[in-house]
């Protein structure tokens, strides 16, 4: 079955950065696009990043030249660089994959930019 196990996530300081790791399993990763979502407190979830099969990436405005979103397939994990982290990037952080016109998530890392 799909899985998906995010990892990386912490306190950090205004201005601070945290890679953010995603492993998956259970279905051929090189294939499917990823995205990566996240939670404030009080807040919808919101699309923060996402990356093609080919590589394409896209992001949210609120984080456009401060997140970068990469993957690697042959450890079938996709990542997110957080640079220049600020209070209003707190918030839990989830891997997604749509599959088979399903959704799979993560169970979600906790980040918080606090001083």
């Known amino acids: 079955q799909v899985q998906l196990v995010e990892s990386g996530g912490g306190l950090v300081q205004p201005g601070g950065s945290l890679r953010l790791s995603c492993t998956a399993s259970?279905?051929?990763?090189?294939?499917?696009?990823m995205n990566w979502y996240r939670q404030g407190p009080g807040k919808e979830r919101e699309l923060v990043a996402t990356?093609?099969?080919?590589?394409?990436?896209n992001y949210a405005d609120s984080v456009k030249g401060r997140f970068t979103i990469s993957r690697d397939n042959a450890k079938n994990t996709v990542y997110l660089q957080m640079n220049s982290l600020k209070p209003e990037d707190t918030a839990v952080y989830y891997c997604h994959v749509l599959r088979s016109w399903s959704d799979y998530w993560g169970q979600g890392t906790q980040v918080t930019v606090s001083s």
């Open positions: 259970g279905f051929p990763f090189s294939r499917y696009g």
């Open positions: 990356i093609s099969v080919g590589g394409i990436t």
